[in-house]
Structure formats: structure tokens, C-alpha cells
């Protein structure tokens, strides 16, 4: 294909052969929307095409967008990006003309058009071949063509829903896909990626995919224009560039990241009672969900509004006032239909705010006609959070469950219900939002929006499939991922339960939940799996301060808790589809039990070191291990521990923040390589973070033969916790003597020594693991330590 207009800079004359950075000041051509603004201040060039203009620009160094402007101009952007990208000056990638072709040119990227062949070219900055597009004639046409080298697996446009039985694919896609929000759990994005180092998103609220003969083709986009983007980099570095133009999630509040139990069928009696059990027998929980019980449904705003039947002590607060002095968050369940015959039906019919061409039916709880809203459209956003809302969430109901909106054609319905809520919550509260929500649509993340696995049935292999659900979410950008812990349809064995509270105390989002008068509190499954189960939430809580640092840097580098083991080991086929274990954070990996009765599991540890959390035995990685499992207790949960690994730890509460933490435990496994872990704090409550409210310290190790370093930088932030030690546990290693710069660090014969002395200190000793050195260390002081000993062997 060949340009039959000259070659057009639209924007300066590139001078044959010199770098010239090219302003973009007139990328705006006659009848461009408010579209193209978003291009002002960026680096690009533009071409003519037959019947429009192509341009290309690098808004950032692993960024390539591409947009075909046909004659008709441009379409506004979807809800796939970023409404309000964060401010950030302008990248200003190197721009060079040698005859025919113009580079782009960055250190991350290197995109080339050919213009007499009509190619465009895009490498990583060694060169490397990453897409090449050949048909640009396509575009206008409503057809994006890429090639890319043989045998590059790829990932990404959508996971599976509750009821797909074939998942035999796992994470890969090949051949026709669709991407679409879907329904029951199902997740999806306009977004394919490869661990060959490249991703491509499109602009569009919906596409077809084809994956197929070394060939990415994208169409019905439903849109004139085509507008995508070329990423570079690798998984880690392409979902911080997806995060930076889709947006970034929101943090959730810190008590989200604790135990939830969900239930349908319930009172104010009831659940009282529950929550003293769970007390009395310190098995923690932070929230509640509550299903059709707590509304007054069918009844005027009683979609919005407590049962007082049910619940007499919701409307007036009281049930909100226990509950905080007992730690416990209230969160109800949210639909996207009102009955026709109330105050708020006539006001919708009034208001046209109903799903249009929708005809009343009755709902299943109420048995009352009922519509479903359209939150698509502004209006009806605008009135979700009323008034009636606003008491509710006022007296306790603070946290959102929104099912059921996944019934239309739109894939914006979901996100948009959820946004509505976000909105209205932002302007009436202070208090971070959290929402789960039966799909999901790439863009979605912006709205504190959790995802979980739809209406599960009970069983092992219900059970099993829900790790390929969770990490082909994650693999389109659903960093928040939860399930029906226990199944939602059918009653789980003691076993099959204790088993799933061992797999979700590993997820994002930890909850269990059932059908119509299920009970999932562990005390309901007999002693042997009440046990199972409550060393699992124990050990979740232990683990906090550690989830709570990677659920920040969810929000803000794109990547979080839970991490497909591609994500780290791009280039090794066995875990290129390995859907038996994953990355909890970066320094830990887990392959839960998922067979009734299993004795032994087979489990592939990828390249490094590996130390069993339970025994401490080490394993070199790069190869498949057998363990033993227990199908008596069902106690163990298999867990590794990565080499160079850095771990905090805190005591186990019955809820978070239950008490103020003054030292936090730091298990730290040093390798030869430089290692470090950001441990973050703040308020957990509020936005406060979002403007320089928080700590941030970097801890970081590495070993040097028989010496180890470690190191803790400034605190970052204004936030400043109850922290005030760390309890550093140095493992392999009994050292002989400490110092920091010339200074020595005191030594101490014994724990109870260490523990009353009153500055920082250090004693030798072993554990599971071999030798070890303790450090306790005075928190948000910026030091290295050197420890000098004989390193184990």
C-alpha cells in the first residue's frame, strides 16, 4: 500500500536527517473534537492517508498510539481510558526523517514508518521485532492487522464466567475472541498482550479478535476511527502503561483486605449472634455482607433503605455504633432494578431513566413488577445516591455488593451502576468506597471496583476452576478478584470448605457466601475444618501488612497482589499456562489443595530458590517438586518463600487495626542478587493518601558471600502510623557482628534481652529456616547494616 498524498508533517518539517522534536500544536485539523485534545503538548507525526490521516505519537517511552482520523473526524474516547489522565509533562520521544521513513524513538520503544511500503514497524530499543503493520489501508475499513513472530503466546481480552465448562485453555488466547464485560464473573478488555514484550489497546467499548497465522486482527470496534496503542515492555511494565491510560484503581479501605462473610437469609438476631462467635473464638472478620435482607425491598425506596423489620436497629444507627466498637463493617447487596409501582419507580418513569425497550416483570424475591435503570445514562447516575442511600450508608452500610447487572447487551452497564455509587459516595463521604460486581469492563478499575466469580456451584472442581477465573482476570487488569468462598449453589463438604478458605485466604478479595440460608462460618463445617480454616484467616491477617503494601502498589503501578507466574518469568514456557500456583505479592508462591483427599502435589517452581514456608526446606527452581499434603487436617497450605524475599508480618487480631501496631516483624531471606520491599501505610480509611498522606519506606537486602546487607531508606510521606520498631529476622545467617557505617549495633544474649532493652539491638539464634539474626531496629530512620558471619550452607 502506498500513500497517494505526499507525505504530510502536519506539524513542523522535519530536516532531512536531524532529530527534531516535533510540536503538536496543530494536530488539531478542521472539525476535530474534543478528542484530539488530549494530544495537546505531545510529540507525533501525521500522515495523509486516501481518506483521512494517521498519526502517531509516544505519549510516554512505552507507548505508541496510533489514530486514523477518517473525513467524518473523530469519535469521543470510551470508558476503556482514562477520562482525567494523571497530569504529567509531555514525553518527548527523538523524532528522525532518513528519506522515506520517520523513526520514533524512545528506550523503551522504536516505532518506524516505511512510507513508500506503507509499513509500520515497532522494536524494543535493542532492535528486537515486536509488531509490524502491513495493511494500514485496514483501518479505514474498521480493521486493525498486526504481525508478530511465530509462537509468542498471548494473553488477555477476557477470562470465563461461573458456567463455562471448557477452560481448558487456561490463560492463552488463540483464534476468534470477543471482548466483552460478559456476565456471571466474567471479565474483559480490549486488551491482548504477549510476554514477547508488546500489548495493544483499543479505544472502543467492544471488539472482535482474531489470534491466528502470527496475526492480531481487531474489527467491529464500533467506530470510525480507529484509535489504539502499542505497548512495550515487560508484563510488569505493560500494566503500569495500561494503568496509566485506562486509569488507575482506587485503593479499597484497609478492613477490605481482611475476612468477609456473606449471607442470604438472616436478621439483626441472627447476626448479632455471629458476630459474638466469631469473637469469642478469635477467628477474625472485618465485614459483613448482607443479601435482599437488609432492604425493605418492594416497598417505597426500599431499594435504597433498611428493613427495620429484620433489622430494628439499622435505620437509627445503633447496629452501626456496635458494630464499630466490635470492629465489624456492614456492606449490602445492590441491584440495578427498581419496582415500577413506588415513589422511585414513577420517578424513573418520569425521568426516562429505565433500560429503554425493557418490559416490567416480576422479581423473583418480591414477586412485585420491577425495570432495570439505565445507569448509561447521566441522569440516572446523578440520582442513584439519594437521599435514601446516603441514611443507609450513613448507619452502616458501607461497602456495596452489586449484582445482576450483567443482563444487558451494554458492557458498560456494570461499570457505570458502580460508578454512579463511587460518584455519589466521593461527594457525600470522606470514606473510601468498596464494591464488588458480577462482570467487569476494562476502565471499571477507576470506580473501587472489585470483581467476583458469579453464582460458583459447591465442590472440588468448582473450587479448582476458580484459579484460571481469577488469573485470566488479572491478566485483563482486574487486579481485585474474589469468589464465592464454599460455592454459592449446593452445601460444601468440611473438607471442600476448609480448603476453599485456604485458597481465598490467597486471593485479592477474601469472602465466602451461599444460597438462600447457607451458612459459611467455619464453626458450621465440624473442629477439624473449623481449625483448618481459622489457621488460614489467622495467617491472612499475620500477612496484612504485607497485602496492604501490594494493594497500594496496585493503584498506583498497575500491578498487585496476585500475579500470574508469567508475569515474572516471561520466557519460561512451564509457567507461560500455569494456572496451579501463582504469586502472592512477589516473594511468595502458593498452589492451594483443590482434589478431595489429596496426599501428595505435584507443583512447578520456576527459576531461583525456593524455601517451604511450613518446614523450611529449600529447592532449587526451574523444575517440578512433589510435596506432601495432609487429607487428615487439612492444615497445610503449600507455600514458598522466593529467594531475596522480605516479608512483614504483625500480630493476629480479630480485626484490622483492632490495636495500634508499634513493631512490625521483617522476615528477610537475602540472596546474592539486590532485593527490596516497599512497605506502605496510611490512614486506611480516607483518600487521604492520594495527596501525600501516607509512609512509604523501602527495605532492601542482599548477600555478599558471608556477609549480608541490609538497608532502610528514608520514609516517604506524611503519614506517620503507630510504627516505631522493626523486628528484622535475618534467615541463613548468625551473625558475628553488626555495624552500620563504623558504628557497631549492640548485642544482646537473649530475646528477653532484646525485647527490654529500650534502643535497637541484635541476638543470634536459628528456626525452620537455619541460623538466624534478629534486629530490632528503630523504624523511619534511613540506615545500612552490614552483618558479618559465616553464611549457612
Known amino acids: 500500500m502506498t500513500t497517494s498524498k505526499p507525505l504530510a508533517f502536519a506539524l513542523a518539517a522535519l530536516l532531512g536527517g536531524g532529530l527534531n522534536a516535533v510540536s503538536a500544536a496543530a494536530f488539531a485539523t478542521p472539525g476535530a473534537t474534543a478528542a484530539q485534545a488530549r494530544h495537546d503538548g505531545r510529540v507525533g507525526v501525521q500522515f495523509a492517508l486516501d481518506s483521512g490521516t494517521l498519526t502517531l505519537q509516544m505519549p510516554a517511552p512505552g507507548v505508541l498510539h496510533v489514530h486514523y482520523l477518517p473525513e467524518s473526524g473523530a469519535t469521543p474516547t470510551s470508558l476503556v481510558m482514562d477520562p482525567h489522565p494523571t497530569d504529567a509533562s509531555p514525553f518527548q520521544p527523538q523524532v528522525q526523517r532518513t528519506g522515506d521513513t520517520v523513526t520514533l524513538r524512545s528506550d523503551r520503544l522504536v516505532a518506524i514508518w516505511h512510507r513508500a511500503s506503507g509499513t509500520l514497524e515497532v522494536s524494543d530499543a535493542h532492535g528486537h521485532p515486536l509488531l509490524r503493520q502491513t495493511g494500514l489501508a485496514a483501518l479505514a475499513q474498521g480493521r486493525i492487522v498486526l504481525d508478530h513472530a511465530a509462537g509468542e503466546p498471548l494473553y488477555g481480552i477476557g477470562g470465563y464466567d461461573a458456567f463455562d465448562k471448557d477452560t481448558r485453555a487456561g490463560l492463552l488466547r488463540t483464534g476468534a475472541q470477543v471482548a466483552k464485560a460478559g456476565e456471571q464473573g466474567h471479565p474483559g478488555a480490549p486488551f491482548v498482550w504477549s510476554t514477547s514484550g508488546y500489548g495493544v489497546l483499543v479505544d472502543c467499548d467492544g471488539a472482535d479478535f482474531d489470534l491466528a497465522q502470527r496475526r492480531i486482527t481487531v474489527d467491529k470496534f464500533a467506530r470510525p476511527d480507529a484509535d489504539y496503542y502499542i505497548l512495550a515492555g ?67 425506596w426500599g431499594e435504597y433503605r433498611w428493613n427495620a423489620k429484620k433489622f430494628p436497629d439499622g435505620p437509627t444507627g445503633k447496629l452501626k455504633a ?125 470506580y473501587a471496583y472489585g470483581l467476583w466469580s458469579g453464582d460458583i456451584p459447591t465442590g472440588f472442581a468448582s473450587m479448582a476452576g476458580q484459579r484460571q477465573r481469577m488469573l485470566s482476570a488479572i491478566d485483563v487488569g482486574e487486579m481485585q478478584w474474589g469468589m464465592d468462598g464454599g460455592g454459592f449453589h449446593g452445601h460444601p463438604s468440611d473438607e471442600n470448605y476448609a480448603r476453599w478458605i485456604e485458597f481465598g485466604a490467597f486471593t485479592p478479595i477474601f469472602r465466602v457466601h451461599g444460597e438462600f440460608n447457607e451458612k459459611r462460618q467455619p464453626w458450621r463445617y465440624g473442629a477439624v475444618a473449623e481449625a483448618a480454616a481459622t489457621q488460614a484467616i489467622r495467617l491472612r491477617y499475620a500477612l496484612l501488612p504485607y497485602i496492604y503494601s501490594y494493594q497500594h502498589r496496585a493503584s498506583v503501578q498497575g500491578v498487585g497482589l496476585v500475579q500470574p507466574l508469567a508475569f515474572a518469568w516471561p520466557h519460561d514456557a512451564n509457567a507461560r499456562n500455569d494456572v496451579d500456583a501463582w504469586l502472592f505479592g512477589d516473594w511468595m508462591l502458593v498452589s492451594p489443595v483443590v482434589k478431595q483427599g489429596q496426599t501428595t ?42 529467594a531475596g524475599a522480605i516479608i512483614p508480618t504483625q500480630p493476629v487480631m480479630d480485626y484490622v487495626d483492632e490495636h495500634p501496631v508499634a513493631t512490625v516483624a521483617v522476615d528477610v531471606f537475602p540472596a546474592a542478587a539486590a532485593s527490596h520491599f516497599d512497605y506502605y501505610d496510611d490512614d486506611g480509611e480516607t483518600y487521604a493518601y492520594q495527596h501525600g498522606d501516607y509512609y512509604l519506606q523501602r527495605l532492601a537486602t542482599q548477600r555478599s558471600g558471608d556477609t549480608v546487607s541490609f538497608s532502610a531508606a528514608a520514609p516517604q510521606g506524611s503519614y506517620r502510623p503507630a510504627l516505631r520498631h522493626w523486628l528484622v529476622r535475618v534467615h541463613g545467617i548468625a551473625a558475628a557482628s553488626i555495624t552500620v557505617g563504623q558504628a557497631t549495633l549492640q548485642h544482646y544474649a537473649t530475646s528477653a534481652e532484646l525485647a527490654a532493652a529500650g534502643g535497637e539491638g541484635w541476638i543470634t539464634g536459628s528456626d525452620r529456616y537455619g541460623p538466624l539474626t534478629v534486629l530490632k531496629l528503630d523504624a523511619g530512620a534511613p540506615r545500612t547494616l552490614t552483618l558479618h558471619g559465616v553464611a549457612a550452607h
Open 322 to 446: 456496635d458494630m464499630d466498637a466490635l470492629g465489624v463493617h456492614m456492606t449490602g447487596i445492590m441491584k440495578p432494578r427498581v419496582h415500577v409501582d413506588t415513589v422511585e419507580g414513577r420517578y424513573a418513569t418520569a425521568h426516562d431513566l429505565w433500560l429503554p425497550g425493557e418490559k416490567a416483570s416480576p422479581d423473583y424475591f418480591s414477586h412485585l413488577p420491577v425495570k432495570d435503570i439505565d445507569f448509561d445514562k447521566p441522569a440516572a447516575r446523578a440520582w442513584w445516591f439519594n437521599p435514601h442511600l446516603q441514611h443507609s450508608f450513613d448507619t452502616g452500610i458501607v461497602g456495596f455488593w452489586n449484582d445482576e447487572a450483567d443482563t444487558t447487551k451494554s458492557n458498560t452497564q456494570f461499570l457505570n451502576m458502580q460508578r454512579a455509587t463511587y460518584d455519589g459516595q466521593r461527594a457525600h463521604s470522606k470514606l473510601r468506597v468498596w464494591s464488588i460486581n458480577r462482570d467487569f469492563w476494562l476502565g471499571a478499575q477507576r
Open 601 to 642: 502435589k505435584r507443583i512447578y517452581l520456576p527459576a531461583g530458590s525456593w524455601t517451604d514456608w511450613a518446614t523450611g526446606k529449600v529447592y532449587p527452581g526451574g523444575k517440578t517438586i512433589t510435596v506432601a499434603t495432609d487429607a487428615k487436617s487439612w492444615r497445610d497450605i503449600p507455600l514458598f518463600i522466593r
Open 234 to 300: 515487560t508484563p510488569t511494565e505493560l500494566f503500569g502503561e495500561l494503568a496509566d491510560l485506562s486509569g488507575h484503581a482506587q485503593m479499597f479501605p484497609k478492613w477490605a483486605n481482611g475476612f468477609i462473610n456473606s449471607q442470604w437469609g438472616i436478621d439483626e438476631k441472627e447476626f448479632r449472634g455471629i458476630v459474638a462467635t466469631y469473637r469469642a473464638k478469635h477467628i477474625p472478620l472485618d465485614a459483613f455482607t448482607f443479601d435482599f435482607d437488609w432492604k425493605d425491598w418492594g416497598k417505597d
